[in-house]
């Protein structure tokens, strides 16, 4: 396959590798005040996304996927609202273990990664007319 | 013939480049992924002096890999950027910027081209 051909097709794959990660930030800040609905139930726990390296084999070039998407094992934080159906007997709500500040720079990360892949895009498809143009002009 | 052999010169620098921006692409997609380390290709003179050895194609059937695409290498982690936390060394700057000169080289080489073609039209034509 064309080495140009296959940037794009690279590019994509980052293209879509970080949509998957904006969606997840998404979820998350979403959900970062939902809470179980039952007693001392678990609320939202934060889920997290991991890429990888894969070898595409029609072309040699190394493509990125999603991995896994796995969750943050970190502790839940508590708050004090007897009120909401999910508080133990002395009150105390279990709340999600988002950070907002960590999902709002985790989503500027990914807005940065999708920035450049656009722009391996667009300048692959740049050189191809570049090269498309050698045909067109003389004549 | 000297025009020719520029052609085939050319062709060759395209491909070393489109080869490149391949490999760029490819550490920008994988920018944020963990222990994935940043490739480059050799240099194009270091290429132009060197002929590797390739398998021969003897039925169309055959596939044959592109010279320059055995020549893709692990780059050194750079000063700014370095191995980061992740084990990843890609610097999205760099790569840009990598990605700025490759732009420039082909467009010149493509340039290039067109004028000489132009020069040979010249001569057939009158």
Redesign the interface.
């Known amino acids: 396959m064309?080495?140009?051909v296959?940037?794009?097709k690279?590019?994509a794959?980052?293209l879509e590798?970080?949509s998957t990660?904006i969606r997840i930030v998404s979820e998350n800040l979403a959900n970062a005040r939902s809470t179980g609905d039952t007693p001392g139930a678990d609320p939202f726990r934060r889920k997290t996304v991991?890429?990888?390296?894969e070898l595409d084999r029609a072309?040699?070039?190394?493509?990125?996927e999603v991995q896994r998407l796995g969750f943050d094992e970190g502790e839940f934080t508590t708050e004090y609202d007897p009120g909401n159906p999910a508080a133990d007997t002395n009150g105390v709500v279990k709340m999600p273990n988002v950070n907002m500040l960590v999902e709002m720079a985790d989503m500027r990360?990914?807005n940065?990664?999708y920035e450049?892949?656009l722009?391996?895009i667009k300048?692959?498809r740049?050189?191809i007319s570049?090269?498309i143009?050698?045909l067109r002009?003389?004549q | 013939m000297q025009p020719i052999q520029l052609f085939e010169l050319a062709s060759k620098q395209?491909?070393w480049?489109?080869?490149r921006?391949?490999v760029?692409?490819?550490n920008?997609?994988?920018?944020?992924?963990?222990g994935?380390r940043a490739?480059d290709v050799t240099p194009f003179q270091a290429v132009l002096e060197t002929t590797g050895m390739r398998m021969a194609a003897t039925q169309p059937g055959h596939f044959t890999?592109?010279e320059?695409?055995s020549r893709v290498v692990e780059t050194k982690p750079t000063e700014e950027i370095g191995v980061q936390e992740s084990g990843n060394t890609v610097g999205?700057a760099e790569?840009?910027m990598k990605?700025g000169q490759?732009?420039r080289d082909?467009?010149m080489n493509?340039g290039l081209?067109?004028a000489f073609?132009?020069m040979m039209?010249m001569t057939v034509r009158r």
């Open positions: 064309d080495p140009l296959a940037s794009m690279v590019a794959s980052g590798a970080q990660r991991t890429f990888a390296a072309t040699g070039a190394s493509l990125v990360e990914a940065r990664s450049a892949n722009q391996s300048q692959s740049d050189l570049a090269t143009d050698l002009a003389s | 395209a491909e480049l489109s080869v921006q391949g760029v692409a490819g920008i997609a994988n920018a944020n992924t963990p994935f490739k890999e592109t320059m695409a999205l790569e840009l990605q490759v732009k082909f467009d493509a081209v067109k073609h132009r039209l």
